[in-house]
């Protein structure tokens, strides 16, 4: 278990139940629901997630955490819902203008621009570039001051990841880790409030997924805010201040880690099992009607590439 | 039969107009295609409006020959937010298909029965139908004597010989803009949304408009090239617009290198030396008829594409270390 931080400190007084209200939210989520056809992905009554925390979202494969990042960072549309992120009303917008308020994602499957070189992608990431305007880009003198700085800060995030050396290779020559760790490392480029990662450490060989989570326990000490997905429970023991549970599309529990560990749905939904392949169980949310079909895949992703991470999964080893 | 005759035949095409024709329309389809990852399959449609917009415009409604050209490049850009609008916020595929047909209906339509007082119908528009053709101010501008000209083994009759300088000055100064633009940050976030665009989504860019923007430029750039062509033949007809254009346009992209700025330039003077010297070499040897040369020659450089693919796959000035990547 982690030390405290200031956000479990916040966070200790709020109970763990599903839905709970935190003392200072910046996203808060209403009754999001996603249906594909007749299954129903997503189905978040309320959820709140406390600034500064590192919330960890975990449950089973399907349990639609990938589609509820999806819908937050406007990547898809929910069919009903609302949620506020920093006070602004983000239900319909589009993904760029969810990146543009702060709130920034990465994909399970890795994205790095593979025809550009490690300094482009992460050039790529700062915003309100000048350059990027087609008639202003061809005034150089326009926006060569601000690319200058913008290549700095790029250098100095490069230099904090340990991927300086890497700068001018093209993406598609990195490794999967370090295309996470490029992927990561973009996203701070965004200048984000928030970060979404989905699935950081997935198919990352041990010593870097230690270089990772040093990576990610660092954001809150930015100001930032981190909501991951994670399959690995010792990872995400050791890094959240609050842990959310999905299960076939809704939260079934919340709550800090020693407490979520210790929540019998939770022990006997996903973290106590044993057997290997957790496709094998699909638990059934507390008060739930007629169970609902497990969602694969969400539509964004595809198993493309997922080769990539053929290293055996983080949670078939025991908690 | 003599070497230096193909040759220089060759060479005559390789720096002539047609070749300026398909160095435009490559360069169009090099920001589309090279950069932004956009699959034009259509590329003669947006050629079609651009040599129509301008004839119609000067010999049918009798406008000056300025706003013929801005005519032909405006009906560019209208066809570009006609098809980029419904079908970029899909997938590439979608694209390429409604291009393709697009381009297709545009040439059965100027070719039709009812717009044969606005489109010449299967006859097409010569310059000057019973009154000032499109080419008569081209042709007051032309600052050459009239005449034939010699330079080595390249030989112009003046008209040929202005509108090629004004081609290559075209062909040069759309590589300048091609250039510059994708050396810029405006250039960074279209080569990554070639290479994924919901990254270059999550990081706040509106990949929307940034195609859009490369659909408009590209084919104007299209546009101009169909401008270039009615110019260089003082007429022009619907059947010239055949897909196939858009496919040599591609292969004249491929071979010279996507995503580099000269590769359409000089993939454009290859294929047309190719295409030339193949049809002289096979008039020369005379083993054929002359009505089969035609296919025969297309099938001799479609031979010499796929060897230079398999061994250049990049292309002449393409990036290897590029094309070795697997996305």
Same mark, same amino acid.
């Given at each position: 278990m982690r030390e405290p931080t200031p956000a479990s400190t916040a966070l200790a007084? *709020?109970?763990?139940?599903?839905g709970v209200a935190k003392p200072d939210p910046i996203l808060v989520v209403d009754g999001v629901r996603r249906s594909f056809g007749g299954l129903t992905a997503v189905d978040v009554e309320h959820l709140e997630l406390q600034r500064g925390a590192i919330t960890s979202l975990i449950g089973p494969n399907g349990a639609g955490k990938t589609t509820f990042f999806n819908l937050m960072t406007g990547f898809d549309q929910p069919n009903a819902g609302t949620w506020q992120f920093a006070g602004d009303?983000?239900?319909?917008?589009?993904a760029h203008r969810v990146a543009r308020s702060g709130m920034v994602r990465t994909f399970q499957l890795t994205k790095?621009?593979?025809?550009?070189t490690v300094l482009e992608n992460m050039k790529?990431?700062?915003?309100?570039?000048?350059?990027?305007?087609m008639l202003t880009s061809l005034w150089p003198p326009a926006w060569k001051a601000q690319e200058r700085a913008i290549e700095e800060r790029a250098d100095e995030l490069l230099v904090r990841f340990k991927m300086d050396h890497m700068?001018?290779?093209?993406?598609?020559?990195?490794?999967g880790g370090q295309r996470k760790l490029l992927e990561m490392a973009r996203a701070l480029m965004v200048e984000p409030v928030m970060v979404m990662l989905d699935?950081?450490?997935?198919? *990352?060989?041990p010593a870097l997924t230690q270089s990772l989570l040093q990576h990610v326990k660092d954001l809150p000490s930015f100001g930032m805010t981190v909501l991951f997905v994670e399959h690995d429970m010792d990872v995400v023991m050791d890094i959240s201040d609050w842990i959310v549970v999905m299960a076939q599309g809704q939260i079934i529990a919340e709550g800090p880690p020693d407490v979520v560990s210790k929540d019998p749905a939770v022990i006997t939904a996903?973290?106590?099992?044993?057997?290997?392949?957790?496709?094998?169980f699909t638990p059934v949310p507390r008060g739930a009607g007629a169970p609902v079909a497990v969602i694969e895949e969400a539509p964004v992703d595809t198993h493309e590439g997922e080769d990539e991470h053929s290293g055996p999964h983080a949670e078939e080893r025991e908690p | 039969m003599d070497i230096t005759t193909i040759l220089a035949g060759g060479l005559n095409t390789a720096v002539g107009p047609t070749t300026v024709v398909f160095a435009l329309a490559a360069i169009g389809l090099n920001v589309h295609y %090279?950069?932004?990852g956009l699959l034009n399959f259509g590329q003669v449609g947006f050629m079609l409006v651009g040599a129509y917009g301008m004839a119609i415009t000067v010999s049918?409604?009798? /406008?000056p020959f300025w706003v013929g050209i801005l005519a032909g490049l405006a009906a560019a850009v209208v066809l570009a937010l006609l098809l980029g609008v419904? +079908?970029?916020?899909?997938?590439a595929d979608y694209l390429a298909i409604s291009t393709i047909a697009a381009a297709e209906i545009l040439r059965f339509v100027f070719r039709s029965g009812p717009f044969v007082p606005i489109? %010449?119908?299967?006859?097409g528009i010569p310059s000057?139908? %019973?009154?000032?053709?499109? +080419?008569q101010t081209w042709d007051a501008l032309n600052p050459f004597p009239p005449g034939s000209y010699q330079f080595g083994w390249l030989s112009f009759t003046h008209s040929r010989l202005w509108v090629t300088v004004v081609g290559w000055t075209l062909v040069a100064l759309a590589s300048l803009l091609v250039w510059a633009l994708t050396r810029s940050p405006w250039g960074r976030v279209v080569k990554s949304i070639r290479e994924d665009e919901d990254a270059a989504r999550a990081l706040g860019k509106n990949v929307f408009a940034y195609k859009m923007q490369s659909l408009v430029l590209g084919g104007m750039l299209g546009g101009l090239a169909g401008i270039v062509l009615a110019l260089s033949q003082a007429a022009l007809s619907?059947?010239?617009?055949?897909?196939q254009l858009t496919f040599f346009a591609y292969a004249v992209l491929i071979m010279g290198g996507?995503?580099?700025?000269?590769g359409p330039v000089v993939g454009a003077m290859l294929f047309w030396f190719l295409i030339s010297s193949v049809e002289r070499f096979l008039l020369g040897t005379g083993i054929m008829p002359t009505g089969t040369i035609g296919p025969t020659r297309l099938a001799l450089v479609g031979l010499l594409l796929i060897v230079l693919m398999a061994f250049?796959?990049?292309?002449? /000035? %393409?990036n290897k270390r590029e094309m070795m990547l697997d996305a």
């Open positions: 007084d *709020v109970a763990p139940e599903p009303d983000l239900a319909g917008v589009p790095a621009l593979t025809r550009l790529l990431g700062a915003t309100q570039q000048r350059g990027e305007r700068r001018d290779e093209l993406g598609g020559t990195l490794s699935e950081p450490m997935a198919g *990352v060989n996903y973290i106590g099992e044993e057997h290997g392949d957790e496709s094998r | %090279g950069y932004t049918i409604v009798g /406008l419904p +079908t970029l916020r899909l997938r489109t %010449g119908g299967p006859f000057g139908p %019973g009154g000032p053709g499109f +080419t619907p059947d010239q617009f055949l897909p996507a995503a580099s700025v000269l250049r796959p990049q292309g002449l /000035l %393409g």
